[in-house]
């Protein structure tokens, strides 16, 4: 079974269409005849092609296409379009505006339902393939213990930042979090204690973090947190603010867990394993200091 979006506002057309599509089993019509149709339908139903009439009296389907297209439900279905106007400027503004099938009537239905079937059957293969390659993506980029980014995901983005940087000046900074006394905790309490400890300081890192920061967990109880448009010390604001609320909420509440922190932002002549030595140096400097937790270099 699959649903079609009708934009139309012709009642002997809608009629056509529906008697047509009623005729086979698999299909499901809905009818848009006004915006405001439009928008309950979006609501509350999904679909998988878009079929509008051009010869609309009082709906400007050619002008609409742009904004439903923004409606994340519709987002990378087809959009059909038919029309009576063989004008090549028409056909061409339909294309630019993201239409998949621009169809001059009058054509047979049985041909519209060809077409359309075609079109819904390469889009389920399209959408099929993206979601096998967002899975594979997130296994590849995704530490299987903590559900966070991994080592490999942050040399990505930092390649790509280093590489914007000299060109646009857009500082970023990074934060180097350890679980000082990993090796400890798990002597005293287990490996599976330990490793919740690891999963639940990742969750709430990414839960206290900016949506534009990301935390990767960079091995053993080390995570790095990559904080874009960010100076070292709006970085150590957002350190203090991390260590406060992590210590308020108390991971493993039978152990004083204690965080060291190191900060750096980017700088001129910087490249990975430059940034990461100063930042690896930063922290531990702040665990061989025992009156601060986090220092900035």
């Known amino acids: 079974m699959f649903s079609i979006l009708l934009l139309d506002d012709n009642e002997k057309r809608i009629r056509q269409f529906s008697d047509s599509f009623n005729q086979h089993a698999d299909i499901r019509l809905y009818i848009a ?22 010869r609309c009296q009082f709906l400007d389907v050619l002008t609409m296409i742009p904004s439903v297209y923004d409606h994340v439900k ?3 279905i087809p959009y059909l379009l038919c029309s009576i106007e063989k004008d090549i400027q028409i056909i061409e503004k339909a294309y630019q505006l993201g239409i998949h ?20 059957k390469q889009s389920h293969k399209l959408k099929a393939s993206l979601n096998k390659n967002e899975r594979l993506a997130s296994v590849i980029t995704t530490d299987p213990l903590t559900k966070i980014s991994n080592r490999m995901h942050l040399q990505t983005i930092l390649r790509q930042a280093l590489k914007e940087y000299p060109r646009y000046k857009k500082y970023f ?3 180097y979090m350890r679980i000082s006394d990993m090796p400890k905790i798990n002597s005293i309490f287990g490996f599976t204690d330990g490793d919740k400890l690891l999963y639940d300081t990742a969750q709430f890192v990414s839960a206290t973090i900016r949506k534009s920061d990301i935390v990767t967990r960079w091995g053993g109880g080390d995570f790095i947190i990559f904080a874009p448009n960010t100076r070292a010390r709006d970085a150590q604001e957002l350190t203090k603010k991390i260590d ?13 867990v204690r965080y060291s922190y190191g900060i750096s932002e980017v700088k001129d002549g910087d490249d990975i394993n430059i940034i990461f030595k100063r930042v690896q140096k930063a922290l531990e400097n702040s665990m061989a200091n025992h009156m601060t937790n986090y220092v900035v270099i």
């Open 33 to 54: 005849s006004s915006d405001s149709i439009l928008k309950s339908f979006l609501l509350e139903e999904e679909f998988d092609l878009i079929l509008a009439d051009a």
């Open 173 to 175: 900074s990074l934060i």
């Open 244 to 256: 406060v609320k992590i210590k308020e909420k108390a991971l493993l509440s039978s152990f004083n």
């Open 74 to 76: 519709l987002q990378n």
């Open 101 to 120: 099938e621009y169809i001059v009537v009058p054509t047979s239905l049985n041909e519209l339902l060809l077409r359309i079937r075609f079109h819904i």
